[in-house]
């Protein structure tokens, strides 16, 4: 069976940080591309950072809102993704999703094709 499961989420003043994890189990996780994706309130979902498998050069990228301010990082000893946030700010309230895609996945920042979704953590940042 499948999993993805989110975790790290809470509640953070602006300028704070938090470290989200997505502990995963079922599929061969080195072959994945991880996509963090985030859906606020009456918004669509946005992705926000992606790591690409070892096997499709290990790219990373970022949306233009979170770049220079989010770090995503992988370990595939643990089957784990994190997503390391700093200088949150109020737009950044939302749950957060971890998403994989492939296998051989070369990463991606739209929701279309990833193949497994964990149920989101809680992020919320007050000003």
């Known amino acids: 069976e499948v999993q993805l499961v989110e975790s790290g989420g809470g509640l953070v003043q602006a300028g704070g940080s938090l470290r989200l994890s997505c502990e995963t189990s079922?599929?061969?996780?080195?072959?994945?591309?991880m996509t963090w994706f985030r859906q606020a309130p009456g918004k669509e979902r946005e992705g926000v950072s992606y790591?690409?498998?070892?096997?499709?050069?290990?790219?990373?990228d970022y949306s233009t809102s979170v770049k220079g301010r989010f770090t995503i990082s992988r370990d595939n000893a643990k089957n784990t993704v994190y997503l390391q946030m700093d200088d949150l700010k109020p737009d950044d309230t939302a749950v957060y999703y971890c998403?994989?895609?492939?296998?051989?996945?070369?990463?991606?920042?739209?929701?279309?094709?990833?193949?497994?979704w964990g149920k989101g953590t809680l992020v919320i940042v007050s000003s």
């Open positions: 998403a994989a895609e492939g296998p051989y996945g070369l990463g991606s920042l739209r929701p279309e094709g990833m193949n497994y």
């Open positions: 079922g599929f061969t996780f080195d072959d994945y591309a």
């Open positions: 790591f690409s498998g070892s096997g499709s050069g290990n790219n990373i």
